[in-house]
C-alpha cells in the first residue's frame, strides 16, 4: 500500500508509523482507540538563527540542543519573516496575504479553516497555549484612555477583539494566553483563558514560566483522553521588552561582556565546527547596523556605561530563552510521564531572525506605566533592563549578531529575516531517521498540510487556494515534493528563492528608492547573501521579478511604497520599479 492510497483509506502516515510501533512495544499510548500521532508545534519569538546551542549559540539550551539531536533537522527552512505573517502561514498553509494578513495588526480571515479547525473536525483535541496574535489590535479613544487600558488602570472587562478571532473560535478546545502580540512578561496585556481576560497574576508570576506550567497542564490533561491531540505552543520569548529574572541574567552577564563582534565570530566558529555552515558557500557577511532607532557605532566607541547596558541587554535576551528552554524541558518530560511522548510529533520553529526594533514611545501595544504608575522607560538605553520599567530591545547589532551567519533581521526577506531554525522530533515515527538533514528547501506554509497528512485528514478545499505542500515524507523516509518557488514579502520587503537563485529587496526607507532595486545571490555558492550578482545576470533578475509580480497578483497583494520594522503599516498605494 502506498502512501496515496493509505491515506484514501482512511489510515495516515502517523497510524501506520504508530500501530507498526505500538505492536511491538505494547505502550500505553498504543493502546488507545485512535493510534494517530499526537502533535505539539512550538513556536518561538525574534530567536535568531545562533541563539540556540544546537545551533552555535552560547545560551544554555539543553532541551531543545536534544531534540534537535534526536530531529528530522530542515537546513533551508523558511517563514514569513515577522509576528503575525508567519503565524498566519503557520496555522493556513496560505501565504500571509491571502487571509488578511498583508502586514501587522488585522485579524485572521475567517473564510479559510485553521489546522486546528480540520485537525477538530477530524478527531483531535486541541488546545493553544501563549501568544496568538492573529486578532486586529482595537485601540481606545482617546488615547488617554487607550494607555490606561494597556497600563492596567482601567477598562478591566473589555475583550481586546473580535472575538470571533480568538484561538477558542478558531479551531482550539482550549487557549491560556495573550491575544496581543507584546506584552510585560510579569503583568500581561491581553491576557486571557479561552474568551474570559484574566485581570490580575500572582507577584511571582512570569509569563514564559506560566506558559510552560499550562502547557503541562494540557499534556497531563490530553494525555489521559481517548483522542490525540493537538497542541499548539506559542513562547512570547524572546521578543521585547527585555524582562527575565535577576539570577538568570547574571548568570549570562560573562558571556557578551567582549561585545557582539566577539560573540559573532565565536557563534560563527562553533557553527562551523557543528558542521551548520561552510565557509566556501557562508562566509560571514559585515555585521549590519543601519535601523532607524539605534545608534550605528563601534563596540569599542561605546562609553563604559553604555557598554554594560548593552551587555545586560544581551544577557537578559539569553535568559529569556533559557527560561522557555526549561520549560520546554518539562513539557517534554510531561509526556514521557504520561506515556505519550513515543507517539508525539514535536516541532520547533521560530516565527522571524532576531528583532532590531528599538520602541521610542508609548501607545498601540506598549504601556506608559505599570499597574501601580511606575513610568516605564523606552528608547536604546531606558534603563531597567530585565525587569518590567523597560518596554526596549537588543538593538541592531545584537540581533545581527544572533541571526550569524546571516545578512539583516526580522521583518527583512534576507536570510537573516526569513531562515530560523526549524526540527521534528517523533521517536516512533522516525526509527533509525533521526538526525536526518533534509536540504531541500520547505517553507512556514508547509506545516498545515503535514500536520493534516500525518492526521490522515485531506486538507480542507474552502477559502483560500492552499500554497503549502505535504513534507511527511521526510519523516517517514518517502519522497518529498517536488522544490518549487517560494515568494516573500512584507511592508516591501520582496523575495523569490527558485532552486539556487535569489532576488531580495529591502524594506522601503522613507524616501529611499535604492532600497527598491533587487540583488541577486546564488544561493548554492553564497548562502548568507554576500556577493549581489544583479548586474552581471540581468536576465535571472527579469525572470524572477516577474514571477514574483505574478504572484502578487495572485494573492491580491497591494504594491507597497513604504513602511518598515516597527512603524505603521503604510497606506500609499504603488508599484515598485523592478
Same mark, same amino acid.
Not at 500505553?28 to 508545534?41: C, F, G, H, L, Q
Not at 484561538?167 to 506584552?183: A, E, K, L, Q, T
Not at 508609548?362 to 511606575?374: H, L, W
Not at 533509525?432 to 500525518?454: N, Y
Given at each position: 500500500?502506498?502512501?496515496?492510497?493509505?491515506?484514501?483509506?482512511?489510515?495516515?502516515?502517523?497510524?501506520?508509523?504508530?500501530?507498526?510501533? %505500538?505492536? &511491538?512495544?505494547?505502550?500505553?499510548?498504543?493502546?488507545?482507540?485512535?493510534?494517530?500521532?499526537?502533535?505539539? /508545534?512550538?513556536?518561538?519569538?525574534?530567536?535568531?538563527?545562533?541563539?540556540?546551542?544546537?545551533?552555535?549559540?552560547?545560551?544554555?539550551?539543553?532541551?531543545?540542543?536534544?531534540?534537535?539531536?534526536?530531529?528530522?533537522?530542515?537546513?533551508?527552512?523558511?517563514?514569513?519573516?515577522?509576528?503575525?505573517?508567519?503565524?498566519?502561514?503557520?496555522?493556513?498553509?496560505?501565504?500571509?496575504?491571502?487571509?488578511?494578513?498583508?502586514? +501587522?495588526? @488585522?485579524?485572521?480571515?475567517?473564510? @479559510?479553516?485553521?489546522?486546528?479547525?480540520?485537525?477538530?473536525?477530524?478527531?483531535?483535541?486541541?488546545?493553544?497555549?501563549?501568544?496568538?496574535?492573529?486578532?486586529?489590535?482595537?485601540?481606545?479613544?482617546?488615547?488617554?484612555?487607550?494607555?490606561?487600558?494597556?497600563?492596567?488602570?482601567?477598562?478591566?472587562?473589555?475583550?481586546?477583539?473580535?472575538?470571533?478571532?480568538?484561538?477558542?473560535?478558531?479551531?482550539?478546545?482550549? *487557549?491560556?494566553?495573550?491575544?496581543?502580540?507584546?506584552?510585560?512578561?510579569?503583568?500581561?496585556?491581553?491576557?486571557?483563558?479561552?474568551?474570559?481576560?484574566?485581570?490580575?497574576?500572582?507577584?511571582?508570576?512570569?509569563? @514564559?514560566?506560566?506558559?510552560?506550567?499550562?502547557?503541562?497542564?494540557?499534556?497531563?490533561?490530553?494525555?489521559? %483522553?481517548?483522542?490525540?491531540?493537538?497542541?499548539?505552543?506559542?513562547?512570547?520569548?524572546? *521578543?521585547?521588552?527585555?524582562?527575565?529574572?535577576?539570577?538568570?541574567?547574571?548568570?549570562?552577564?560573562?558571556?557578551?561582556?567582549?561585545?557582539?563582534?566577539?560573540?559573532?565570530?565565536?557563534?560563527?566558529?562553533?557553527?562551523?565546527?557543528?558542521?551548520?555552515?561552510?565557509?566556501?558557500?557562508?562566509?560571514?557577511?559585515?555585521?549590519?547596523?543601519?535601523?532607524?532607532? +539605534?545608534?550605528?557605532?563601534?563596540?569599542?566607541?561605546?562609553?563604559?556605561?553604555?557598554?554594560?547596558?548593552?551587555?545586560?541587554?544581551?544577557?537578559?535576551?539569553?535568559?529569556?530563552?533559557?527560561?522557555?528552554?526549561?520549560?520546554?524541558?518539562?513539557?517534554?518530560?510531561?509526556?514521557?510521564?504520561?506515556?505519550?511522548?513515543?507517539?508525539? /510529533?514535536?516541532?520547533?520553529? /521560530?516565527?522571524?531572525?532576531?528583532?532590531?526594533?528599538?520602541?521610542?514611545?508609548?501607545?498601540?501595544?506598549?504601556?506608559?506605566?505599570?499597574?501601580?504608575?511606575?513610568?516605564?522607560?523606552?528608547?536604546?538605553?531606558?534603563?531597567?533592563?530585565?525587569?518590567?520599567?523597560?518596554? @526596549?530591545?537588543?538593538?541592531?547589532?545584537?540581533?545581527?549578531?544572533?541571526?550569524?551567519?546571516?545578512?539583516?533581521?526580522?521583518?527583512?526577506?534576507?536570510?537573516?529575516?526569513?531562515?530560523?531554525?526549524?526540527?521534528?522530533?517523533?521517536?516512533?515515527?522516525?526509527?533509525?531517521?533521526?538526525?536526518?538533514?533534509?536540504?531541500? &528547501?520547505?517553507?512556514?506554509?508547509?506545516?498545515?498540510?503535514?500536520?493534516?497528512?500525518?492526521?490522515?485528514?485531506?486538507?480542507?478545499?474552502?477559502?483560500?487556494?492552499?500554497?503549502?505542500?505535504?513534507?511527511?515524507?521526510?519523516?517517514?523516509?518517502?519522497?518529498?515534493?517536488?522544490?518549487?518557488?517560494?515568494?516573500?514579502?512584507?511592508?516591501?520587503?520582496?523575495?523569490?528563492?527558485?532552486?539556487?537563485?535569489?532576488?531580495?529587496?529591502?524594506?522601503?526607507?522613507?524616501?529611499?528608492?535604492?532600497?527598491?532595486?533587487?540583488?541577486?545571490?546564488?544561493?548554492?555558492?553564497?548562502?548568507?547573501?554576500?556577493?549581489?550578482?544583479?548586474?552581471?545576470?540581468?536576465?535571472?533578475?527579469?525572470?524572477?521579478?516577474?514571477?514574483?509580480?505574478?504572484?502578487?497578483?495572485?494573492?491580491?497583494?497591494?504594491?507597497?511604497?513604504? &513602511?518598515?520594522?516597527?512603524?505603521?503599516?503604510?497606506?500609499?498605494?504603488?508599484?515598485?520599479?523592478?
Amino acid at each position: 500500500m502506498n502512501r496515496r492510497q493509505a491515506l484514501k483509506g482512511g489510515l495516515s502516515l502517523g497510524a501506520m508509523a504508530a500501530a507498526a510501533f %505500538g505492536a &511491538g512495544k505494547g505502550l500505553a499510548w498504543a493502546r488507545r482507540r485512535d493510534t494517530r500521532p499526537n502533535m505539539i /508545534v512550538i513556536m518561538g519569538d525574534d530567536i535568531g538563527y545562533s541563539d540556540l546551542g544546537a545551533y552555535g549559540g552560547d545560551t544554555d539550551t539543553p532541551h531543545l540542543d536534544a531534540l534537535a539531536g534526536r530531529a528530522v533537522r530542515f537546513d533551508n527552512f523558511y517563514n514569513m519573516s515577522r509576528c503575525c505573517p508567519s503565524r498566519a502561514s503557520l496555522l493556513t498553509g496560505r501565504y500571509p496575504h491571502r487571509v488578511n494578513m498583508t502586514g +501587522n495588526g @488585522t485579524s485572521l480571515s475567517l473564510d @479559510t479553516p485553521t489546522v486546528a479547525e480540520q485537525l477538530r473536525a477530524g478527531g483531535y483535541a486541541t488546545a493553544m497555549i501563549g501568544k496568538w496574535h492573529l486578532t486586529a489590535a482595537e485601540p481606545l479613544t482617546p488615547p488617554a484612555e487607550h494607555l490606561k487600558w494597556l497600563n492596567h488602570q482601567g477598562h478591566f472587562d473589555r475583550d481586546f477583539g473580535d472575538r470571533r478571532t480568538y484561538p477558542v473560535s478558531r479551531g482550539f478546545d482550549y *487557549h491560556w494566553g495573550i491575544i496581543w502580540g507584546v506584552c510585560d512578561y510579569y503583568d500581561p496585556f491581553s491576557l486571557v483563558e479561552n474568551y474570559t481576560p484574566v485581570r490580575e497574576v500572582p507577584k511571582d508570576f512570569y509569563l @514564559t514560566d506560566a506558559i510552560s506550567d499550562h502547557a503541562v497542564e494540557q499534556v497531563n490533561t490530553l494525555g489521559k %483522553g481517548d483522542k490525540p491531540f493537538m497542541m499548539y505552543l506559542a513562547y512570547t520569548a524572546a *521578543h521585547w521588552p527585555l524582562m527575565a529574572p535577576e539570577h538568570v541574567i547574571q548568570k549570562y552577564l560573562p558571556r557578551f561582556e567582549d561585545g557582539w563582534d566577539a560573540m559573532r565570530k565565536r557563534r560563527y566558529a562553533r557553527q562551523v565546527k557543528l558542521g551548520l555552515v561552510d565557509p566556501r558557500i557562508d562566509p560571514l557577511p559585515p555585521l549590519d547596523d543601519d535601523y532607524a532607532e +539605534n545608534a550605528r557605532t563601534t563596540w569599542e566607541a561605546l562609553t563604559p556605561e553604555h557598554r554594560a547596558e548593552q551587555v545586560r541587554k544581551m544577557a537578559t535576551h539569553a535568559a529569556m530563552i533559557d527560561i522557555m528552554d526549561q520549560g520546554i524541558g518539562r513539557v517534554v518530560q510531561a509526556l514521557k510521564d504520561s506515556g505519550a511522548y513515543e507517539n508525539t /510529533v514535536i516541532m520547533f520553529l /521560530v516565527d522571524n531572525g532576531a528583532s532590531p526594533e528599538i520602541m521610542v514611545r508609548p501607545g498601540y501595544d506598549r504601556p506608559s506605566e505599570t499597574r501601580d504608575g511606575r513610568k516605564i522607560g523606552y528608547g536604546e538605553y531606558p534603563g531597567g533592563i530585565g525587569t518590567e520599567l523597560n518596554q @526596549t530591545g537588543i538593538g541592531a547589532h545584537w540581533a545581527s549578531a544572533a541571526n550569524t551567519p546571516f545578512h539583516w533581521w526580522k521583518a527583512e526577506s534576507y536570510q537573516g529575516g526569513t531562515h530560523t531554525p526549524f526540527f521534528i522530533s517523533w521517536p516512533a515515527g522516525m526509527k533509525r531517521r533521526e538526525g536526518r538533514v533534509v536540504a531541500q &528547501g520547505t517553507h512556514i506554509v508547509d506545516v498545515t498540510p503535514t500536520l493534516l497528512e500525518l492526521a490522515g485528514i485531506a486538507p480542507s478545499q474552502k477559502g483560500a487556494p492552499m500554497d503549502g505542500r505535504s513534507f511527511a515524507g521526510a519523516l517517514t523516509g518517502k519522497a518529498l515534493p517536488n522544490p518549487r518557488p517560494f515568494f516573500f514579502e512584507h511592508y516591501g520587503a520582496r523575495a523569490v528563492i527558485d532552486g539556487q537563485w535569489k532576488i531580495v529587496s529591502l524594506a522601503p526607507h522613507g524616501g529611499d528608492q535604492s532600497y527598491r532595486q533587487w540583488a541577486l545571490y546564488d544561493l548554492a555558492s553564497d548562502r548568507t547573501e554576500t556577493n549581489d550578482l544583479a548586474a552581471r545576470h540581468p536576465e535571472i533578475v527579469g525572470r524572477l521579478a516577474k514571477a514574483w509580480r505574478d504572484w502578487a497578483m495572485s494573492v491580491g497583494l497591494k504594491l507597497r511604497a513604504e &513602511g518598515g520594522v516597527g512603524g505603521g503599516s503604510p497606506d500609499k498605494a504603488d508599484t515598485f520599479s523592478d
